[in-house]
């Protein structure tokens, strides 16, 4: 029945509500230099993982990465600098970065994913296009801004559909190694897009999702638009392919 369905999305969503206020304070008590020691083991072996990848054009590969908060997550300026400026002995891996911007679909006017749920009408939500990163002097000239003080790419007209990618670097919460779940901060951005970008390219990129070790999990209750990773690089080195 689906008020026994609502019940136990409910319960679901308040379970995670109170995960994220745990990983919150655990967050908080991470010093800057243990993430940044971390970051640059997950950027290490990302690089093995891209260098190693299939890519769908001969001249590219395409990646998705987003740009990291001041604090409380893995650093990705590791990662970028190399995708845009690859070692002396991997020249022949060029990437093509495309990077994530907070907009709404009233600001877009693409498709509308969310309903209201007492009259099923579809409703304006937050969702995130991906932006083709020019260089990294200019990413980095980016302001943060926004209730996440992220750094992003300005507004481009029109507003861009989900570019195909081969690989997706995941930010996350809270991170299961058993399944691949994902915790985000709640906004469903990420998950959002993963469904906007099946609809236009009927398929989905190979899913990472970098996680601090401290942000591992053993569970996490799953609400049904929920999307889990292919692999998940850990802080610690470490490589889990789900």
């Not at 907009?103 to 693409?110: A, L, M, S």
């Not at 990472?208 to 942000?215: D, R, T």
């Not at 292919?230 to 610690?236: A, E, H, K, Q, R």
Request: proline share 7%; hydrophobic share 35%.
């Amino acid at each position: 029945p689906s008020s026994v369905l609502a019940i136990q999305i409910c319960m679901m969503s308040m379970a995670k509500k109170v995960l994220r206020s745990h990983m919150r304070n655990v967050l908080k008590g991470i010093s800057s230099q243990e993430i940044q020691t971390q970051s640059q083991q997950i950027s290490t072996q990302l690089q093995s993982i891209i260098s190693n990848s299939k890519c769908s054009t001969s001249t590219a590969r395409k990646i998705g990465c987003f740009l990291s908060m001041d604090q409380g997550e893995v650093d990705t300026r590791y990662i970028l600098e190399w995708l845009f400026h690859p070692s002396e002995t991997n020249k022949e891996v060029t990437s093509r970065v495309f990077l994530p911007r907070c907009t709404t679909t009233e600001e877009t006017g693409q498709i509308k994913l969310r309903e209201d749920h007492s009259t099923g009408q579809p409703i304006d939500h937050p969702h995130l296009t991906f932006h083709e990163g020019d260089s990294l002097e200019i990413i980095k000239s980016w302001k943060p801004q926004g209730n996440y003080q992220l750094r992003e790419p300005p507004f481009e007209m029109p507003p861009p559909l989900p570019p195909l990618m081969d690989i997706m670097i995941v930010p996350g919460v809270a991170f299961n190694l058993q399944n691949g779940a994902r915790m985000g901060w709640g906004a469903g951005y990420y998950d959002d897009f993963f469904r906007r970008y099946n609809l236009v390219h009927n398929s989905r990129p190979l899913l990472i999702g970098v996680a601090l070790k401290e942000q591992i999990v053993t569970q996490i209750d799953l609400e049904p638009h929920d999307q889990f990773m292919d692999c998940i690089v850990v802080g610690d080195g470490s490589i889990h392919w789900i």
